[in-house]
């Protein structure tokens, strides 16, 4: 691979990231008002599950899914010219407003049904039941919204623009904030505050997207015409997506389903410590995927098989550099993450220290997450989706056994354990394929580097299994911010520092 493209591969994964890492802190600051208005109470954990529904049908069949089996095809017809791009956008933007319009008001009339699938433990508890219904109906609609703006995100990272799409979640922030500050006292439920900000952001979020889509030279304009071959081309590819881009989100769907069958307060914890691993998958893990697939797509569809390869050597080598330090951060930090964070109103010390456990629990897979992301990824770009789809069968299957183990001795915590350790089966399902079909796709020098990152890892881990003893400031907020800065900026340096006396210094400059 030239080194142009490896360069315009890691900025466009850089540009996605920092857009995702203001997201991200939003997200936090988002969460600190959550917490602050309904804690871990039987209200939060109505609101989180209520919250969950249109979000995990926005991730199975929208954001990630409809990216995969569109930005492929979309390759194909921009190669045969840009009128018959954009007349296969408008016939999937027709289809697509049709199946949501239908498919959301069926899941308002039938949410009963819908809630008693997803929140099982709910239903002999009438306020948490009552509560998490009035909270779903009110939130569902938002479905439609932000599955037509993921469509625009996935037009617009095929043609290379990026920052719209990774800034846009900032918008759902900012209008939760809003809504936790300004709508929240006007309301005898402050929940339902909240899934008004919600609705606001889903509208924000798909109103930024029509600028955007003017300056790339398509301007939506749907059409019904769903016996266009590249419409085809898009549903043969979507169907099994679903099921194998959804895998992470399907095991720690499993997790919150089984863990409404806990004590009151479980539901919560795993939402909060999902939000804390969801950074760096976010910020690197789901960015090198979105920067690799158009990429990789483009390379398969004019036969450049081994820059394709490279490529993706390159992705999960920088990758792993990057999350293997960060889940010895959040391992040995979480404890300390969690209180800086959420310790504030509703939200006891008590609740942090569950929640730390449920976050350490996800670390463990933290890698093998981004990298599901990027292999399934692989995967698509070669319009491969029958192999990711039998593999997220598997993987579930393998998760649910798992959760149902664990978490008799271990609780939630044995949840978080289960997906984690199931991504494990994922990864190595996915590896062993992508070797068979293209060959090796390691070489000696990027296991060379992969090493190097675990041998930099060892100093780090023992400083923050020392320096955390001495967290010394419980209720002071304003000196947990300055520690926890502090434990992360000195685990930061020694990283580096070892990787600099390992000899890893291009790897670092990049």
């Known amino acids: 691979m030239k080194s142009n493209q490896k360069v315009n591969l890691f900025k466009a994964a850089a540009k996605v990231g920092s857009w995702t890492m203001l997201s991200r802190i939003l997200g936090f600051i988002r969460d600190i008002f959550i917490a602050r208005l309904l804690g871990a109470s039987p209200l939060a954990d109505a609101f989180f599950v209520a919250l969950k529904l249109p979000n995990f049908f926005r991730r199975m069949f929208a954001e990630g899914t409809l990216t995969v089996a569109l930005v492929p095809v979309l390759a194909e017809e921009r190669k045969k010219s840009e009128d018959d791009a954009h007349a296969y956008l408008n016939a999937l933007a027709g289809l697509l407003l049709a199946a949501l319009i239908i498919f959301t008001i069926a899941g308002m009339v039938f949410m009963p049904w819908l809630l008693l699938a997803f929140a099982p433990g709910f239903h002999d508890e009438p306020d948490r039941w009552q509560q998490a219904l009035t909270l779903a109906r009110i939130m569902f609609p938002y479905l439609t919204l932000i599955s037509l703006a993921a469509m625009s995100w996935a037009v617009l990272n095929a043609y290379r623009k990026f920052s719209v799409a990774a800034a846009s979640p900032a918008l759902l922030n900012i209008a939760i904030i809003f809504a936790a500050i300004i709508l929240a006292p006007l309301h005898d439920n402050p929940a339902e505050a909240l899934a008004v900000g919600v609705m606001l952001g889903g509208a924000l979020q798909l109103g930024i997207q ?19 071959p590249a419409i085809t081309d898009t549903l043969k590819l979507f169907g099994p997506a679903v099921l194998g881009i959804a895998a992470v989100q399907i095991n720690i769907l499993v997790g919150t389903i089984l863990a409404t069958l806990l004590p009151v307060g479980a539901v919560s914890y795993l939402y909060y410590a999902d939000r804390i691993v969801q950074l760096p998958l976010a910020l690197f893990g789901i960015a090198m995927g979105t920067a690799l697939l158009p990429t990789l797509s483009e390379h398969l569809v004019n036969g450049r098989n ?57 670390t463990v897979g933290l890698l093998v997450f981004c990298w599901a992301r990027v292999l399934s990824t692989a995967c698509f770009a070669g319009k491969d989706a029958k192999a990711p789809m039998k593999y997220a069968i598997y993987t579930v299957a393998v998760n649910i056994i798992l959760a149902v183990i664990l978490m008799q001795p271990l609780g939630y915590v044995g949840l978080a354990l289960a997906s984690a350790l199931a991504s494990f089966f994922n990864v190595g399902l996915l590896w062993a394929h992508l070797h068979k079909q293209h060959g090796a796709i ?54 580096f520092a070892a990787a600099w006396i390992l000899g890893e210094r291009k790897l670092l400059k990049r």
């Open 442 to 495: 390691f070489n000696a020098s990027s296991w060379k580097h992969m090493a190097s990152a675990v041998l930099a890892c060892l100093p780090m881990a023992a400083l923050l299994y020392v320096l955390p003893n001495y967290w010394a400031f419980p209720s002071d907020k304003l000196m947990q911010f300055i520690w926890l800065a502090a434990l992360v900026l000195g685990s930061m340096l020694t990283f």
């Open 306 to 362: 081994q820059e394709a390869t490279q490529d993706l050597r390159q992705g999960l080598t920088w990758l792993t550099w990057i999350i293997l330090p960060s889940m010895v951060g959040l391992f040995f930090l979480a404890e300390p993450i969690i209180r800086t964070l959420f310790e504030h109103g509703a939200f006891t010390a008590q609740d942090a220290a569950n929640t730390a456990l449920a976050l350490q629990a996800y």
């Open 210 to 228: 029509f600028p955007a889509l003017k300056r790339i030279g398509w301007i939506p304009k749907p059409t019904w015409n769903p016996r266009l």
